[in-house]
């Protein structure tokens, strides 16, 4: 059950705020963020099952994310194309965004459900293969999580009220970023997700940092922009053992090719 919240153009020091959990498997095996060294300019977490990603920038200003979509109609296909290759493949290429997302939505019953956000870092489209719409996502805070975009999940609405306290001019404090994602108190039984599982595992779920026995919150990425174009990039990796390790980047973004 991923979390994406961002922050588009309302921020006095940042025009693009992201913070992201990444909910997985324990036993699924991931290689940190890290520049790719086939794709020199690209800066993402691999996951290395797979061979793509969940979430990425390059150093041109290409931003793409994704989350599973388990509230739709599209069926869970074991056989079916990796959905992490649609970042992948979007971030390692030159593609018009708005024509990438067209193409993918012609073949789109080839995955299962999945939410996709991508373009630059002030430009963005959001898709989900189980509604069939492709949305230029306003300027404002968003969240999603394994619903739609903006679906009003409790974690979701709180968590972007949670980041639109965040508006001080100065820096913003990316420990407070964390923080508001390694939360841990589940939504109130009245408001959980209706999902088709049992009581327990639902709260487990609906809480920002989730912990099961096999299933839970493998990490955090914060991605800040600022007005002067100005990358700075963190992510929080957690250990089995509780304990975390950290890598941080920070560049600026560069024109595009012509």
């Known amino acids: 059950m991923c979390l994406i919240v961002l922050q588009i153009d309302q921020h006095p020091r940042y025009k693009f705020i992201v913070a992201a959990n990444r909910d997985e498997d324990y036993a699924r095996p991931t290689m940190a963020a890290h520049f790719w060294p086939e794709y ?97 996502i306003d300027a404002g805070i968003h969240g999603i999580s394994n619903a739609t975009l903006d679906t009003p999940w409790p974690k979701v609405t709180q968590t972007k009220a ?11 404090d990316e420990e407070a970023l964390f923080h508001i994602m390694a939360d841990k108190t589940p939504a109130p039984d009245e408001l959980l997700p209706d999902l088709p599982l049992p009581i327990e595992q639902k709260r487990a779920v609906s809480a920002n940092f989730i912990e099961t026995p096999h299933f839970g919150t493998r990490s955090t990425t914060l991605l800040l922009v600022d007005h002067a174009d100005q990358v700075t990039f963190a992510e929080r990796t957690y250990l089995a053992n509780g304990g975390t390790t950290d890598v941080r980047f920070s560049f600026p973004i560069e024109p595009a090719e012509s």
Do not use: C
């Open 40 to 136: 020199p300019g690209l800066l993402a977490g691999k996951d290395l099952s797979a061979k793509g990603t969940w979430l990425g920038i390059t150093k041109q200003g290409r931003f793409a994310a994704i989350t599973n979509d388990y509230t739709g109609t599209m069926p869970k296909l074991p056989t079916g194309v990796s959905r992490g290759k649609l970042v992948l493949d979007y971030l390692s290429s030159n593609e018009n965004p708005l024509a990438y997302l067209q193409q993918i939505q012609a073949k789109r019953l080839q995955y299962s459900g999945f939410n996709l956000i991508l373009g630059s870092i002030v430009h963005l489209y959001h898709y989900n293969n189980s509604i069939d719409e492709i949305t230029l």
């Open 162 to 172: 949670a980041l639109s306290s965040l508006d001080a001019p100065s820096v913003i």
